[in-house]
Nanobody, 119 residues
Framework: QVQVVESGGGLVQAGGSLRLSCAASGSIFSINGMDWYRQAPGKQREFVALTTITTTNYADSVKGRFTISRDNAKNTVDLQMNSLKAEDTGVYYC??????????????WGRGTQVTVSS
């Protein structure tokens, strides 16, 4: 079983910055990718950013403002969020995907961390 835990959310004024962290642990053989998603009140969960061994990708709405970075040795991923806007408010979820120690694929979600941007 693989556990994913996010941290670093909070309340910030528009234009400010926050850094989210995510750690995956448990029965991990390898991680192929780690992603961030978010869900605003009354809306569906949406993709924010992803990182694999070879690539990173961002939603158009966060390009140039958010940066995803990963520590492969620690199975962690951070999301640096700058120039925050009110529309960035939501619960941010981390998702880890890879192969567990039984050599089976896994995809695990964290419980989320709240980000609130006041305008």
């Amino acid at each position: 079983q693989v556990q994913v835990v996010e941290s670093g959310g909070g309340l910030v004024q528009a234009g400010g910055s926050l850094r989210l962290s995510c750690a995956a642990s448990g029965s991990i053989f390898s991680i192929n990718g780690m992603d961030w998603y978010r869900q605003a009140p009354g809306k569906q969960r949406e993709f924010v950013a992803l990182t694999t061994i070879t690539t990173t990708n961002y939603a158009d709405s966060v390009k140039g403002r958010f940066t995803i970075s990963r520590d492969n040795a620690k199975n962690t991923v951070d999301l640096q969020m700058n120039s925050l806007k009110a529309e960035d408010t939501g619960v941010y979820y981390c998702h880890a995907r890879g192969i567990d120690r039984r050599r089976s694929p896994f995809g695990s979600w964290g419980r989320g961390t709240q980000v609130t941007v006041s305008s």
